[in-house]
C-alpha cells in the first residue's frame, strides 16, 4: 500500500467506506418509516377504491 503514496489513501477509502455503510444502514429504516407513513396516509383512500371496485 505504500509504494504509491504514503497509506494517507488507504486510510481516507477506509473512513469514506465505513461513511458509507453507516449511511446505508441507517437508509433502510427511513425507508421504512416513510412506506408506513405513506401507507397510513392512504390506506382510507385505498379501501374505500377497492369496496367501490368490488361492489360493481
Known sequence: MNIIGNGNFF???LVIGVL???GAGINYPIYKK???NSKN????DIMRLA?????E
Open 41 to 44: 396516509k392512504y390506506a382510507s
Open 11 to 13: 486510510l481516507l477509502g
Open 34 to 36: 416513510i412506506l408506513n
Open 20 to 22: 458509507g455503510l453507516i
Open 51 to 55: 369496496k367501490e371496485i368490488s361492489e
